[in-house]
């Protein structure tokens, strides 16, 4: 292995070293390259190695230890050395259809390595990959995982897509509240629902050896025999998430008082949602005063 220091840093802002055999990329995913993995041929390996650490840079660190375990599989089963044409058959042949999901599940990661540029998967495998059509994955695997390929946009239109969002915000054709509101679709992959019970308080930001990391606490979905907002998922977010986010509160606090006394919520401030329906909070202001019950 080559011991030169290639530092990168992960989505969740954690340092790793590229040649490394173990990345530390987020408080709860390490990635410890397995002999099978260390067994392959060397250039490939540094190929493998330079595509996870973009992605590692790029998505989430369960999307990136998702990659990991699926090209290990990958590597078992076929006793891969290079990647070629009769790997990638082999091992679609040997998974059937219940499981080609998981060759579905690494083709964007594959086909991500081929537009790097990086050595290991040539032009015949990308065009192999793309001509299959691939029974899907687990329900809900893609967008929990964010992959750009198996998830609903590629690389190429995500980037499009909140390049044009930008534009629209900073030209003023959009509100505050879409430019935030489809950044934390794209970023957490959660459901609307659970977006629309977000509070101030939820946005979390702690120190750790030196350096600041930034999180969201998401009210988990369909939970059975309890209150929606009575569990959560810490999720790491981007510093840019983060200011993209507090912004956004002072932004709904200041537009609240112009409708209400700041006597009425200062203490209550914490416990807003940041997505207010500002429609029916008008409509019940007019009508019975302002009630904090109106934000439960």
């Not at 595509?51 to 989430?60: D, G, P, R």
């Not at 032009?123 to 691939?134: K, N």
């Not at 350096?211 to 209150?227: E, H, M, T």
Request: hydrophobic share 40%; net charge positive; aromatic share 14%.
């Amino acid at each position: 292995m080559n011991h030169n220091k290639i530092i990168r840093q992960s989505r969740d802002g954690y340092v790793f070293d590229e040649n490394e055999n173990s990345w530390h990329i987020s408080k709860e995913i390490k990635i410890n390259f397995s002999k099978h993995i260390l067994g392959i041929n060397k250039k490939t390996l540094e190929g493998f190695r330079k595509t996870l650490a973009i992605y590692a840079e790029k998505y989430s660190s369960y999307h990136v230890s998702h990659m990991y375990q699926q090209f290990q599989r990958l590597v078992i089963s076929t006793r891969l050395e290079n990647i070629n044409v009769p790997i990638i058959l082999d091992w679609k042949n040997k998974l059937g259809k219940d499981h080609e999901w998981y060759l579905g599940a690494l083709k964007g990661f594959l086909l991500s390595w081929h537009e790097y540029g990086y050595y290991g998967v040539d032009e015949s495998v990308a065009l192999l990959l793309e001509s299959f059509t691939l029974s899907g994955n687990n329900k809900g695997e893609a967008v929990l995982m964010r992959c750009p390929y198996t998830g609903a946009f590629t690389e190429n239109e995500i980037l499009a897509l909140m390049t044009e969002l930008a534009r629209l915000w900073k030209e003023d054709l959009i509100p505050f509240e879409t430019y935030t509101y489809i950044h934390l679709l794209q970023a957490t992959a959660r459901r609307p629902i659970q977006i629309r019970h977000l509070k101030f308080e939820d946005l979390k930001k702690e120190i750790s050896q030196g350096s600041w990391n930034y999180f969201l606490n998401i009210p988990r979905a369909k939970k059975r025999g309890g209150l929606f907002r009575g569990t959560f998922k810490k999720l790491a977010i981007t510093e840019d998430l983060y200011l993209i986010l507090l912004n956004f509160i002072e932004y709904q606090y200041k537009k609240l008082l112009s409708l209400v006394d700041e006597a009425f919520i200062s203490d209550y401030k914490m416990r807003l949602p940041m997505f207010i329906d500002w429609n029916t909070l008008k409509r019940n202001i007019q009508n019975r005063g302002f009630d904090l019950s109106l934000f439960r």
